[in-house]
């Protein structure tokens, strides 16, 4: 496994595998890996003849008062899990090399980022959106893989790959969750015992609100209602910035189940972290 720190050496390297007739595969991470990058590593390797992985806690995605600093940093043990699973290049690039002195290019994707996440994290989906566009363009990946944890996120992606005409296809994998069905995600770290067990709730809430959708009977208002209430009854959920149904196309909250698919997304606090989950229901 090459690691590679220079991004001008990542374009390099990449062209070569290209030129051989290679396909690639690209995992793109912020570090502290767990079982959820894992799996998307392990599906590149299944689809591909190259894996790239990156670590890079990219600043520009984080606000003022956000947890850029305190963001779990682990590229040891990281570097150690990408080995085991016979990766090709890990690619950690240096701040200072993706964004040097008199860097300023934003990429901004519309009304989709100014949703959900978007209206509590101001500036966040221009800053993935940058950063991926750049890592884009240094791996030129055959495919990229992401989360459906992070399900905004795949949405404003999979829309500036379409909308810029980006030579890549994104390949959306399924959320990994631990046996009591919280979503892994790095920033669990964060939470102590007590706000560990309170944090279950969010996929029981989930879980709840999609049997009711199925019944057939319940009404979109009725089911934002059993959400935020039944999100309300832990008590270390110290605010809700967003609890409801919306449509998985466009992010607009669902006044109405008239769709096929319904997606049921939550961004919580819980002490001083903050969670977020999703369940795509489909109603056909
Ligand atoms: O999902 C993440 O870890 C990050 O948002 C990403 C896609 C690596 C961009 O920094």
Same mark, same amino acid.
């Given at each position: 496994?090459?690691?590679?720190?220079?991004?001008?050496?990542?374009?390099?390297?990449?062209?070569? #595998?290209?030129?051989?007739?290679?396909?690639?595969?690209?995992?793109?991470?912020?570090? +502290?890996?767990?079982?959820?990058?894992?799996? @998307?590593?392990?599906?590149?390797?299944?689809?591909?003849?190259?894996?790239?992985?990156?670590?890079?806690?990219?600043?520009?995605?984080?606000?003022?008062?956000?947890?850029?600093?305190?963001?779990?940093?682990?590229?040891?043990?990281?570097? $150690?899990?990408?080995?085991?699973?016979?990766?090709?290049? @890990?690619?950690?690039?240096? $701040?200072?090399?993706?964004?040097?002195?008199?860097?300023?290019?934003?990429?901004?994707?519309?009304?989709?980022?100014? =949703?959900?996440?978007?209206?509590?994290?101001? &500036?966040?989906?221009?800053?993935?959106?940058?950063?991926?566009?750049?890592?884009?363009?240094?791996?030129?990946?055959?495919?990229?893989?992401?989360?459906?944890?992070?399900?905004?996120?795949?949405?404003?992606?999979?829309?500036?790959?379409?909308?810029?005409?980006?030579?890549?296809?994104?390949?959306?994998?399924? %959320?990994?969750?631990?046996?009591? &069905?919280? $979503?892994?995600?790095? =920033?669990? =770290?964060?939470?102590?015992?007590?706000?560990?067990?309170?944090?279950?709730?969010? #996929?029981?809430?989930?879980?709840?609100?999609? $049997?009711?959708?199925?019944?057939?009977?319940?009404?979109?208002?009725?089911?934002?209602?059993?959400?935020?209430?039944?999100?309300?009854?832990?008590?270390?959920?110290? +605010?809700?910035?967003?609890?409801?149904?919306?449509?998985?196309? %466009?992010?607009?909250?669902?006044?109405?189940?008239?769709?096929?698919?319904?997606?049921?997304?939550? +961004?919580?606090?819980?002490?001083?972290?903050?969670?977020?989950?999703?369940?795509?229901?489909?109603?056909?």
């Amino acid at each position: 496994m090459e690691i590679i720190r220079i991004p001008r050496i990542m374009q390099n390297t990449s062209r070569k #595998y290209l030129q051989k007739g290679q396909s690639i595969g690209f995992v793109p991470t912020m570090g +502290a890996l767990h079982e959820g990058h894992l799996s @998307l590593i392990r599906r590149a390797r299944a689809e591909n003849d190259i894996v790239v992985v990156s670590i890079f806690v990219n600043p520009k995605q984080f606000g003022p008062a956000e947890d850029f600093t305190a963001y779990p940093r682990d590229t040891d043990n990281d570097i $150690a899990k990408v080995r085991e699973l016979g990766i090709d290049t @890990l690619f950690i690039p240096e $701040a200072s090399l993706m964004y040097p002195e008199g860097f300023a290019t934003g990429i901004s994707v519309g009304m989709l980022s100014g =949703r959900l996440c978007g209206l509590f994290r101001a &500036g966040h989906f221009m800053g993935v959106a940058t950063v991926v566009t750049k890592l884009l363009n240094l791996v030129s990946p055959t495919r990229s893989y992401f989360g459906q944890k992070d399900f905004q996120q795949t949405v404003v992606i999979s829309r500036m790959v379409k909308d810029l005409n980006m030579n890549v296809e994104i390949v959306v994998c399924p %959320t990994v969750r631990e046996i009591d &069905g919280l $979503a892994m995600s790095s =920033r669990n =770290r964060y939470l102590t015992l007590e706000e560990r067990t309170g944090a279950t709730v969010l #996929y029981r809430t989930m879980t709840l609100v999609s $049997a009711a959708l199925h019944t057939g009977t319940a009404v979109a208002a009725g089911l934002k209602e059993m959400l935020q209430s039944e999100l309300k009854r832990e008590p270390l959920i110290t +605010a809700i910035d967003y609890a409801s149904l919306y449509s998985p196309e %466009t992010l607009e909250e669902l006044q109405e189940l008239d769709g096929k698919e319904v997606l049921i997304a939550i +961004a919580v606090r819980l002490g001083r972290t903050r969670l977020i989950d999703n369940l795509l229901v489909n109603l056909s």
